[in-house]
């Protein structure tokens, strides 16, 4: 990667800015090693996903539908047919992984469906910020556009067609919402020879005119049977015609047929299965490994060619066409992987779901083009006269190492080399806007300024206020017009002294920004950076003030749960900053280092909302326990005195007596009386029945029931009291 000056400006671009990167090139450029090196070594929390499973397992990751949990029905944008796809149930530990991941891989791009893409999209908005694109998360795309395409069938396109220009990703409407750039990786791996190289592009570029179909058919050789020793493998358009292929081969070998099953552990679904379930093979018959040699001899590769030299119920020996070496082939395992969060660390890690353990071989006169994706062979036959697909004939062609090495069995004609007009305009437009290190250092200060924003944006705080006010008001201000009037009095706070100076605060840090080239190291706007964290965050201490000491015990269900959602979500923002803005007030603002501690905090909001209180707790997962206990209805043994009343050991007593009578006949306590009489009872001290029946709520049946009770509690409240 070094040497690669496209590979290196994808590398920056992924971890120093939070820009989308669609990353392409031909065949055998290096993007599967690219992704494979960013797995092991970025800082960022990532989720590498794939449309289909074998490509999921190559990539090192999960299938998009299974992460997201995805039917495969259209995804039809503004309609309700999406309903069954996006009501979302994931478990915490999925919300978690959402909420706290920096990258989102996707590997294979060219067959995901725009409406896929979209789909994406809306679960990621669902759990991250609504109004962003995949709900902020920075999206890295791998894939080609002139190799396989996404698979749309007929009525599936009547469906999406009012909707989308093309099934190809591109047309995804939340991805046109982006600014995503385009990155082409430019030098070949595969092939080193110029002149085939030269034909491959024109063949990609749909630029094949005569010369380079005459070029190409010099390689075709009818009835060509290579020596057995030679190795070469057939390229077929359909699965049918390489069965055929390999079970004739199979049948025509002299001596014992010998099978063996995979063993498979746990979960591993069938569409996932990375070899043949029963494996049935013969001495001499031609194979292909499915993966690299895990030992340090380095035998075979994941796409070399070989053959069974010996074989008997208890195993195989087999030898590579490459150097002719014989050793005995040993069962290797496979995982299904799913992600999860590490318990300690809490870092994104995969955890073994099931594993499918088998030799690492399938019978290989005879393969796909499809499952030849991503392989390179030494000799091909090559069969493309029923292409069906976009770029379907580049794929095949492109396998080979070399045009020496590649034999058509039929003349390639124009007819199949199919090619989508659409993905030409596109490849046209990405290449007239090649991103530079212009724009890498553009981004990576419009990264760092987001991240600082972020930091001090207090837009949810503010948002999360103003429902809950706005509910006390509306519905709640008859019982609790103290509350009321305490969150009236803090709502020009938080406007003037925390929104409008962070506002004024952003014009600082931007002239700060913009005026130093070493930005990132200026130690003006570091300490600028801690002295605003340290005066946002004494400014939020009012407000917690006010959170700590708000109790509405309510006995109406719908209500009691729209209060407790709007006291939660300014628990939880107000959580978020007041540990954000803790953070910063001793440490450098580094945007690695502020994106391990937004995931961290995030992660502990979730983890408190989930855990209980107990001792072992963590002290600020303690702090932050009973916020869902502020509305609970007073049926509860435990009663707690709201702000509001004006008598508090007498609304204890009466609160433990209606609990005590709704126990006794097993009943909510609203039933035996609602709240709003009870309050009003506590704060009017009645002392006749006609007193008592005048209450708001509790009237003459209630006088019936409970009257001599009640009197009786508040008549012996009053004598302690003055006693």
């Given at each position: 990667m070094e040497n690669n000056p496209e590979l290196q400006l994808a590398w920056q671009f992924i971890e120093n800015t939070g820009t989308h990167l669609f990353l392409t090139g031909k065949a055998g450029t290096g993007k599967t090693t690219f992704?494979?090196?960013?797995?092991?070594?970025?800082?960022?929390?990532?989720?590498?996903?794939?449309?289909?499973?074998?490509?999921?397992?190559?990539?090192?990751?999960?299938?998009?539908?299974?992460?997201?949990?995805?039917?495969?029905?259209?995804?039809?944008?503004?309609?309700?047919?999406?309903?069954?796809?996006?009501?979302?149930?994931?478990?915490?530990?999925?919300?978690?992984?959402?909420?706290?991941?920096?990258?989102?891989?996707?590997?294979?791009?060219?067959?995901?469906?725009?409406?896929?893409?979209?789909?994406?999209?809306?679960?990621?908005?669902?759990?991250?910020?609504?109004?962003?694109?995949?709900?902020?998360?920075?999206?890295?795309?791998?894939?080609?556009?002139?190799?396989?395409?996404?698979?749309?069938?007929?009525?599936?396109?009547?469906?999406?067609?009012?909707?989308?220009?093309?099934?190809?990703?591109?047309?995804?409407?939340?991805?046109?919402?982006?600014?995503?750039?385009?990155?082409?990786?430019?030098?070949?791996?595969?092939?080193?020879?110029?002149?085939?190289?030269?034909?491959?592009?024109?063949?990609?570029?749909?630029?094949?005119?005569?010369?380079?179909?005459?070029?190409?058919?010099?390689?075709?050789?009818?009835?060509?049977?290579?020596?057995?020793?030679?190795?070469?493998?057939?390229?077929?358009?359909?699965?049918?015609?390489?069965?055929?292929?390999?079970?004739?081969?199979?049948?025509?070998?002299?001596?014992?047929?010998?099978?063996?099953?995979?063993?498979?552990?746990?979960?591993?679904?069938?569409?996932?299965?990375?070899?043949?379930?029963?494996?049935?093979?013969?001495?001499?018959?031609?194979?292909?490994?499915?993966?690299?040699?895990?030992?340090?001899?380095?035998?075979?590769?994941?796409?070399?060619?070989?053959?069974?030299a010996a074989v008997n119920d208890a195993g195989m020996i087999v030898r590579g066409k490459d150097n002719g070496d014989e050793f005995q082939l040993l069962p290797e395992e496979w995982g299904n992987y799913k992600y999860v969060l590490n318990e300690e660390t809490k870092e994104i890690t995969e955890e073994i779901e099931g594993t499918f353990r088998q030799y690492p071989i399938r019978l290989a006169w005879a393969i796909t083009i499809h499952k030849s994706q991503g392989l390179t062979f030494e000799r091909a036959i090559i069969d493309a006269r029923n292409s069906f697909a976009h770029g379907q004939t580049y794929?095949?062609?492109?396998?080979?190492?070399?045009?020496?090495?590649?034999?058509?069995?039929?003349?390639?004609?124009?007819?199949?080399?199919?090619?989508?007009?659409?993905?030409?305009?596109?490849?046209?437009?990405?290449?007239?806007?090649?991103?530079?290190?212009?724009?890498?250092?553009?981004?990576?200060?419009?990264?760092?300024?987001?991240?600082?924003?972020?930091l001090f944006n207090f837009y949810s705080l503010d948002q999360a206020y103003k429902r809950l006010l706005r509910l006390i008001d509306e519905d709640l201000y008859k019982l609790y017009p103290k509350q009321l009037a305490e969150y009236k009095e803090l709502a020009p706070h938080i406007k003037e002294k925390i929104v409008e100076v962070s506002q004024r605060f952003r014009n600082q840090y931007?002239?700060?920004?913009?005026?130093?080239?070493?930005?990132?190291?200026?130690?003006?706007?570091?300490?600028?950076?801690?002295s605003g964290a340290g005066y946002f965050r004494k400014e939020l201490e009012p407000v917690r003030a006010l959170f700590e000491k708000t109790n509405m015990p309510l006995d109406n269900k719908e209500l009691r749960k729209q209060l407790n959602e709007r006291l939660q979500a300014l628990d939880d923002a107000l959580w978020i900053k007041e540990s954000l803005l803790e953070a910063m007030m001793g440490q450098p603002f580094t945007v690695t280092g502020y994106l391990k501690l937004k995931a961290k905090v995030t992660l502990s909001l979730e983890d408190d909302s989930s855990s209980g209180s107990s001792p072992k707790a963590p002290k600020e997962k303690r702090e932050r326990k009973g916020r869902k206990e502020r509305t609970r209805s007073s049926s509860k043994a435990k009663v707690e005195v709201p702000t509001d009343i004006l008598y508090p050991e007498l609304y204890r007593t009466l609160s433990e007596w209606r609990a005590a009578k709704a126990r006794e006949v097993s009943l909510p306590a609203y039933i035996i009386m609602q709240q709003k009489a009870l309050m009003g009872i506590v704060n009017l001290l009645p002392d006749t029945p006609e007193a008592l029946e005048a209450i708001p709520y509790f009237g003459a049946k209630g006088v019936q029931k409970y009257g001599l009770e009640i009197l009786g509690i508040i008549r012996e409240y009053l004598k302690n009291a003055k006693s």
């Open positions: 992704l494979r090196r960013l797995k092991e070594q970025s800082p960022k929390r990532m989720v590498i996903l794939a449309p289909t499973g074998i490509a999921a397992i190559n990539a090192g990751g999960v299938t998009i539908h299974s992460f997201f949990q995805l039917s495969f029905a259209p995804f039809v944008p503004e309609t309700t047919f999406n309903s069954s796809q996006t009501h979302y149930r994931f478990s915490k530990e999925k919300r978690n992984i959402i909420r706290s991941m920096d990258l989102l891989v996707i590997d294979e791009i060219s067959m995901v469906r725009a409406d896929l893409l979209d789909a994406i999209d809306s679960a990621l908005r669902r759990y991250r910020d609504r109004e962003k694109p995949f709900g902020g998360v920075q999206l890295l795309m791998i894939g080609d556009l002139q190799q396989l395409a996404p698979v749309v069938k007929e009525n599936e396109w009547e469906m999406l067609k009012n909707y989308y220009e093309t099934p190809y990703f591109f047309a995804s409407r939340a991805l046109r919402e982006t600014v995503y750039m385009t990155i082409e990786l430019k030098t070949v791996y595969r092939q080193s020879d110029t002149f085939f190289l030269s034909l491959l592009n024109k063949i990609r570029e749909n630029q094949a005119d005569d010369e380079v179909l005459n070029e190409l058919n010099r390689r075709y050789q009818p009835g060509f049977r290579p020596r057995k020793e030679e190795g070469y493998i057939r390229l077929t358009t359909h699965n049918y015609q390489a069965q055929k292929v390999n079970d004739n081969e199979l049948a025509s070998l002299p001596g014992q047929t010998y099978s063996f099953r995979a063993e498979i552990d746990g979960t591993f679904p069938e569409y996932l299965y990375p070899a043949d379930e029963v494996l049935t093979i013969k001495a001499g018959a031609q194979i292909m490994f499915l993966k690299n040699d895990p030992s340090s001899e380095k035998r075979y590769y994941n796409g070399m060619i070989g053959e069974v794929v095949a062609l492109s396998r080979c190492k070399t045009l020496e090495g590649m034999v058509l069995e039929s003349p390639l004609r124009r007819e199949a080399i199919i090619s989508d007009s659409t993905v030409d305009d596109f490849t046209k437009e990405v290449e007239r806007n090649k991103p530079g290190n212009r724009q890498l250092h553009d981004m990576q200060k419009a990264y760092f300024f987001d991240l600082l924003s972020d931007t002239r700060l920004i913009n005026g130093s080239d070493d930005y990132a190291a200026d130690q003006g706007l570091q300490e600028r950076v801690r």
